[in-house]
């Protein structure tokens, strides 16, 4: 199907918006009326623009309050015909009255619409009529379908809006009774679900498809199934977005409706890590002490190039001694354990991730890798397979100790592009999103996301550093062990200095909180941190941070499937004072 | 009465928190359990601390989800006391019940209550049960009153919070049928009316008396009515004020308390500018061809200082070469007619308003000044007095033009201290703020208040630069005037450089808006823009931008109230387009 956005979902002037729409990908726009009336350009001049971009003007949006007045202002409704035709644009969006002075009959507002619909059509123009969510009477999109089938005419059909449909939560199957030729225009959005004034809700929460809990998807099946032919357009007003850089996020806009057509390089979700990747320019004595008393060895050095190999049991760790500037130890790549690494970079292309050039020295395997949006690198990669990745560093066997795997790894995301992260990693990885949480932090707060693997076994934090938390180091290798207070009492003794000190107020009111078992009893002196929950325990220590990285050791204890959430506060108070 | 604080409405650490309170001169402080389980200290160490700055731990809180249980939890409660003990704490406060788990059932509630009041009697602890606006069965404040009442232990009382009990639309007046002695505690705190669900509502948007949409007085009256002779409490989740300076933060609440409490320092309100000064660093020639192409004439020179007054009916202008820096021009202070200028800087002076020291030469008028918390200098003046701040430039004549006085100043707020600058300038100056608006911007979005005086003689603007929308000059001087065509077309004919140019698609929206009236037409090619209300027309252009500083022309015609908010998206953009 033809893609287009409107473009108030974007930063900028109209021309910037309409440069980055293009760049995006995207076949037509809706404008905005408020981005012309602000454009220096005439109409004609935004017409040629378009064309020259190879945009098309799919509708322009919109005109507010006409039907079922006491009397139509087609006067204002000539004008506005007269507009779209410098500006090239054949459809209306008119959506349904707001004001105090409308009137709650059918059949006076059909014909007024028809009346529109009839001047509209010797402009060569056609008119969507819209049911908004808070409409004073027509807030139901079958109550704007039976209005445009009183009306029956031609140049009047429905224009349907995912957002204002299902904030309602209004079943969309009623799609499917009107007929696709009179779904003059399809817009769409997700949102989280908010329990708030719906105007409100719409006018700064509204995402891009796959970033909220709207069923988008369900949505479409339907429109499709009534034979809609027109264009997929997306309309978000989102106070982020309406910030962020227009051609990041004209990107992200389309990388939503290349996932919801479902149209993206099929490919196996990955399983699990293969590897999380350091990068310093500094000396990298300290963290390798940090790697030793971990439990890690060395057991490779690659052949070319200056990266080591850490390992303890399916654990893997690359330090890489970026040369060149003063840059702290930084997490800048993940390897993924991926059935058919190449086919996932395909996924990821088709998706609009860039892809890596595959640079490599003669003799090294091959690489497949793409960039996230928060610039981390992602290798996909089979470690099992002869010639594989490993085996670059010629490395000896993995040291045996309590860490067995990568838990997880935390990453930070910039302000404003959250929703983008969270729709990258759930589209190109397959990873589905967890309840998001927000932690107070001392100057600020802390948003958070888990995302996992259709099995669980690939397991990804997001972090928002919001403004004022901006400081906190939120970016860490979670390790998984079977006995972490073998792994704390060994930190304790011999490098009680790289453990994360936590406060005695945590553990008197951890023993206010749980009956004080033995297991709890020891904690207080390791500084291991606990949580449960229905299905299981939590145990789990931090270290302290080199560069911007910390690590976290962490014990799952039967089914657990949570984060020890409700202990970040501690960590992040912790860390400040220890940064100061 | 004594003045308290709860340590969650301030950001930083612990000890950070306690440090900021004290030094805007609070009493005493609620301590947040979050806040001290996340300190590194022991809390024999926070009491020590906490009585050195000379504060009262006034509050311990919170016990959660305690009575109308299968089973109270007295375990979980007498740890909370042995902390509160060591603490030296001797109030708890109990909020009411949200656990799906809790029995609608008053006699249990109270028979449970009654139980941990006698146990906390055994600690020397009160307890102030709580009801929250969210809680299951137990969410009216006299509700939680018939459970204590039925409870009937003199270590059990109620805790009242403006916000659970405002924010639910319940009456204060009952809170006069409560004992004063049984009202333990009185938890302060206002919002912004919002549609939106209550629990994140109070989490988020809480502010400071005075800052919200409650009548958080009229409470107040109610509950000394009743006698309550306990502190004055501030408990305030707030974004903004979690990512502020805590200082800053802590001075801001404390000046609430005074402004709420009645007890500041009496004075009347200032009626009108007297001037406004714009200091430049830079070279002042285009800042003077600017003021002459208004109208303005230079009258006069500071005979000490580099100052020019330029001026133009009752409108004046200092322009202040301030020597040094590269500063570009920028708005610095304003002049406001005082009745009696001494009283109004006694007035600030107790709201905790810097008063800056009266610097000057002798012979000079008297200075009597503060500084607004945006660092804008504001001088309390009576112009028509003899030997006023005038009579230093020994001027001549004041030009006769078509502009008549200064309408109003616009300022820029930082961001996160908005509410800060609104209640800064309501109990002040005595401005009432109208209502809050945002503004579509290219790159974000504008919040914008304007103030008021009580006749409506002084008017100021308050806008905060949100993110994205940082670069956006908007911080203006708006001048009246008779005759804007007259001042239009002398800008046209002489500079047409200085006049912003307005997009021509906003006169075609216009005319699509309006009847095209002969007023309306010659706005086009004048860059006029245009507003009406029900009382009265407005019409208003702007310069290009001088520095950090531009100049609006404004024409009010009949009773029109308004600021031309409808036209600040289009002057925004033109003003993006314009710097680029």
Redesign the interface.
């Known amino acids: 199907m033809r893609k287009s956005i409107a473009t108030v979902s974007v930063?900028?002037?109209l021309t910037?918006k309409l440069e980055a729409i293009a760049a995006a990908g995207f076949d037509g726009v809706e404008i905005f009326?408020?981005d012309?009336?602000?454009?220096?350009?005439?109409?004609e001049e935004i017409r040629l623009r378009a064309a020259d971009l190879g945009l098309s003007i799919e509708l322009y949006q919109p005109l507010r309050d006409f039907e079922a007045m006491p009397e139509p202002d087609l006067?204002?409704a000539e004008?506005?015909f007269?507009?779209m035709e410098r500006l090239g644009a054949d459809l209306l969006l008119v959506c349904s009255n707001v004001s105090p002075r409308a009137a709650a009959d059918d059949g006076l507002a059909a014909e007024q619409l028809r009346l529109l619909a009839e001047r509209a059509a010797g402009h060569g123009i056609r008119i969507a009529y819209e049911a908004l969510a808070w409409g004073r009477y027509v807030n139901e999109y079958l109550h704007s379908w039976r209005i445009v089938r009183l009306a029956d005419h031609p140049n009047l059909g429905v224009c349907l809006d995912s957002f204002h449909i299902l904030s309602r939560g209004s079943d969309p199957i009623g799609i499917e009774a009107v007929p696709g030729e009179k779904i003059f225009f399809l817009q769409l959005a997700d949102a989280p679900i908010?329990?708030?004034?719906v105007l409100?809700w719409s006018r700064h929460y509204r995402c891009f498809p796959g970033q909220g809990d709207f069923d988008v998807a369900g949505l479409l099946t339907h429109v499709r199934k009534a034979g809609y032919t027109g264009p997929l357009s997306l309309e978000v007003f989102n106070?982020h977005f309406?910030?962020?850089d227009a051609r990041r996020i004209a990107v992200d806009a389309m990388r939503s409706l290349i996932a919801l057509e479902g149209s993206a390089h099929p490919a196996e979700a990955p399983t699990g890590f293969a590897f999380a990747e350091l990068a310093t320019a500094e000396d990298p004595a300290g963290l390798r002490v940090m790697l030793t008393a971990l439990g890690f060895t060395r057991s490779g050095v690659h052949g070319g190039k200056p990266v080591e190999l850490w390992e303890q049991g399916r654990a893997r760790l690359l330090l890489n001694r970026t040369g060149g500037g003063p840059a702290p130890t930084a997490l800048t790549a993940i390897g993924l354990e991926s059935p058919e690494p190449a086919d996932a970079v395909k996924r990821a292309g088709s998706l609009l991730a860039p892809v890596l050039p595959r640079e490599r020295a003669p003799g090294d395997a091959p690489l497949d890798a793409i960039a996230a949006p928060d610039g981390t690198q992602i290798f996909f990669c089979r470690t099992a397979q002869p010639y594989g990745w490993r085996e670059d560093f010629a490395p000896g066997e993995p040291a045996a100790g309590e860490i067995t795997h990568l838990d997880h790894v935390a990453l930070t995301q910039p302000?404003h592009y959250f929703d983008e992260a969270e729709l990258f990693y759930r589209s190109v990885l397959g990873l589905a999103p967890q309840e998001g949480l927000e932690f107070?932090d001392?100057?600020?707060?802390l948003r958070s996301k888990a995302m996992t693997g259709p099995d669980g076994g690939l397991r990804m934090v997001l972090n928002l550093a919001?403004?004022?938390?901006g400081q906190t180091p939120s970016q860490h290798v979670a390790l998984a062990c079977d006995d972490i207070l073998a792994v704390a009492r060994r930190l304790r003794a011999e490098h009680p200095d790289l453990l994360l000190?936590i406060?005695?107020?945590?553990y008197?009111?951890l023993?206010?909180?749980h009956?004080a078992g033995p297991g709890l009893r020891g904690l207080r002196e390791l500084g291991v941190l606990y949580d449960r929950d229905e299905d299981g325990e939590f145990l789990h220590l931090y270290t302290v941070t080199v560069g911007r990285v910390f690590f976290e050791v962490v014990q799952r204890v039967g089914g657990y499937r949570g984060y020890g959430a409700v202990n970040a506060?501690?960590r992040?108070?912790?860390q400040?004072?220890h940064a100061h």
């Open positions: 930063s900028g002037t910037e009326e408020n012309l009336l602000t454009c220096p350009l005439p109409p006067r204002r004008r506005k007269q507009i908010l329990a708030m004034d409100q106070d309406r910030q962020a302000w107070p001392p100057y600020g707060l919001q403004v004022g938390a000190p406060p005695g107020n945590y008197d009111d023993e206010a909180r009956e506060p501690v992040l108070a912790v400040h004072a």
